[in-house]
């Protein structure tokens, strides 16, 4: 059996990663329908070696779509998800429009498949890209002993923000290197050599991006006394998301126990080797891939029965694109 499969923001960041994943994992694609704003309307892309319009998005764009991809930010997924999901479409959307609705399942395929089998909207929302790698690193150490208390740190790509975050990065590092001053529009600062925090603000002076990781991680593991401590920092990486991740757990942890777990998990790859200068998961060398990279598992040195870990995974693959996809898979290619 295959399936017509829009693809709504197709010439973003996320968007082209579906497309080329969609084709890597020979998605059983019967007809693409890659879909953007006006501007892109008439502009191709390829896919299968063939070239295919982009449209703008329609009402009439989604009659016959069997899977809506959505990558287009979370005013397109307001307006057109639902208009999707009326022309009979299972919308499974990347931004943040939909996650913290009780009738739309929060999915990392990994972690809660299980919440697909009840759609209510027809719309399943994919977390944030810092929530999906944390999870994945943590599900299996959840299912052993409860997690009680995260304590994570972030630092993350330009990628996250969007082509054109990363193209301004870019232009930054030139700019200095060449000793001109840089410019910035879609940051609120210089990223080149720098540090931001350049999330809008949201309660408490967290940012929003910071009650994500606390919802998210909540609603997905069923369980609201769950202690989420975040602090997200973008850092000046093209793509690859890292996180340092405290936790601790309901009865004791040892790393030895933790690396035995994760030895074994869906979706991960443990570097379990000793600590060595240069030898743990770095956002140049798992971008590209599907696994979360889990490394530096150690007991922790003031809390008897924690542990730290290091987490790098790449957000547009495993944090938005291949997590869309892969929840198409549970839905519809493995049927
Ligand atoms: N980047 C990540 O790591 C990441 C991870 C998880 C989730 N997400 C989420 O995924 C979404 C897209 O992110 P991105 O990084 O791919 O952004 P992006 O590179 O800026 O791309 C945005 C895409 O949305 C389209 N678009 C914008 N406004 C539209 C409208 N009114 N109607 C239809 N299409 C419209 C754009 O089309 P044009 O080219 O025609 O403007 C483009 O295809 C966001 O919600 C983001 O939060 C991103």
């Known amino acids: 059996m295959s399936f017509t499969v829009a693809v709504v923001g197709a010439t973003g960041a996320v ?44 009402a009439e764009a989604f009659q016959g779509v069997d899977v809506a991809l959505f990558s287009a930010g979370a005013s397109p997924s307001k307006e057109w998800a639902p208009v999707a999901a009326k022309a009979g479409a299972i919308v499974i959307d990347n931004s943040s429009a939909w996650r913290m609705d009780p009738d739309c399942p929060l999915v990392v395929p990994e972690v809660n498949a299980h919440h697909l089998k009840s759609i209510p909207k027809g719309i399943v929302a994919n977390p944030n890209c810092s929530t999906i790698q944390m999870l994945v690193a943590l599900k299996p150490l959840h299912d052993a002993a409860t997690l009680e208390h995260i304590v994570v740190s972030t630092y993350q790509a330009a990628s996250g923000k969007g082509h054109e975050a990363v193209t301004e990065l870019v232009a930054q590092a030139k700019a200095i290197a060449e000793g001109r001053t840089p410019e910035h529009e879609v940051f609120p600062g210089i990223l080149a050599f720098n540090t931001l925090c350049d999330w809008k603000a949201g309660a408490d002076d967290y940012s929003e991006e910071e009650w994500k990781m606390v919802y998210e991680t909540r609603k997905m593991l069923g369980d609201d006394s769950i202690g989420v401590s975040p602090t997200a920092v973008r850092v000046p990486v093209v793509n690859g998301h890292s996180e340092a991740i405290w936790c601790r757990f309901k009865r004791p942890m040892s790393a030895k126990e933790a690396k035995e777990l994760l030895a074994n998990a869906p979706g991960v790859v443990l570097h379990g080797e000793a ?56 839905l519809f290619a493995k049927k």
Not at 27 to 39: G, I, N, Q, T, Y
Not at 304 to 321: Q, T, Y
């Open 275 to 330: 600590y060595a200068p240069g030898k743990h998961p770095q956002p140049l060398t798992v971008t590209g891939q599907d696994a979360v990279h889990v490394g530096r598992v150690r007991d922790d040195l003031a809390v008897p029965g924690a542990i730290n870990l290091w987490v790098v995974g790449d957000n547009l693959r495993k944090g938005a694109a291949l997590n869309a996809v892969q929840i198409a898979e549970v």
């Open 15 to 58: 968007g082209r990663e579906m497309v080329r994943i969609l084709e890597q994992r020979n998605f059983p694609v019967k007809r693409l329908v890659p879909l953007a704003s006006p501007r892109s309307a008439g502009k191709t892309l390829t896919f299968r070696g063939e070239e295919v319009a982009i449209q703008a998005v329609s």
